[in-house]
């Protein structure tokens, strides 16, 4: 089993900067998927980022069009913990922000349904 543990997230106003992270414990795997969705009030959960690991080639990174050159996700293996820094943060990127973990690399990185682990999600508010 995995756990996920978020943190980082909380109020910050249009413009600012926050940097997200996930503590992944349990079970390790040699290649895997992180990513990182997000949850407004009233809509549904939709992908942001995710990291593409692969023992001994290093990681390939995809992103949502509405955070492309905002939003930077990145891993440190040796800690065990995903991130998600983010800049020039919106209004509209208020949400609960939830990490996500698929052990071995399958299906598409954008469905949620691809992942195997979910963290308990931390909230993230933007304001104008």
């Known amino acids: 089993q995995v756990q996920l543990v978020e943190s980082g997230g909380g109020l910050v106003q249009a413009g600012g900067s926050l940097r997200l992270s996930c503590a992944a414990s349990?079970?390790?795997?040699?290649?895997?998927?992180m990513g990182w969705f997000r949850q407004a009030p009233g809509k549904e959960r939709e992908f942001v980022a995710t990291?593409?690991?692969?023992?001994?080639?290093?990681?390939?990174?995809f992103y949502a069009d509405s955070v492309k050159g905002r939003f930077t996700i990145s891993i440190d293996n040796a800690k065990n913990t995903g991130y998600l820094q983010m800049n020039s943060l919106k209004p509209e990127d208020t949400a609960v922000y939830y990490c996500?973990?698929?052990?071995?690399?399958?299906?598409?990185?954008?469905?949620?349904?691809?992942?195997?682990?979910w963290g308990q999600g931390t909230q993230v508010t933007v304001s104008s």
């Open positions: 996500a973990l698929q052990g071995g690399i399958s299906g598409s990185y954008s469905l949620e349904m691809s992942y195997d682990y």
């Open positions: 349990g079970r390790t795997f040699s290649s895997y998927r």
């Open positions: 990291i593409t690991w692969i023992a001994w080639s290093g990681g390939s990174r």
